[in-house]
């Protein structure tokens, strides 16, 4: 009887353990699976079939990016790779 105790531990701490595999494993399968899965995809997509190519002239380029913003309603920022 007085190991009642431990058996009841280990059974809630194995339960626990249990419980953790199984959701990290649902986690990783079925991550992209959700309605946020593939937004940022999703974005990158739109960004890059509605903004003109990146050899544009600047002034298209904003033209591009405050029709967006009205559209949107968002803020839009176009950043350039500058170096270092």
Request: glycine share 6%.
């Amino acid at each position: 009887m007085q190991r009642l105790y431990l058996r009841i531990y280990l059974a809630v701490l194995a339960s626990l353990a249990v419980f953790a595999l199984v959701t990290g494993l649902l986690w990783h399968v079925f991550a992209e699976e959700g309605p946020g899965g593939r937004a940022q995809e999703v974005a990158a997509t739109l960004a890059r079939n509605a903004l003109p190519p990146a050899s544009a002239s600047r002034p298209e380029q904003q033209a591009a990016l405050e029709k967006g913003r009205r559209e949107a309603r968002t803020d839009l920022v176009q950043i350039t790779a500058c170096a270092v």
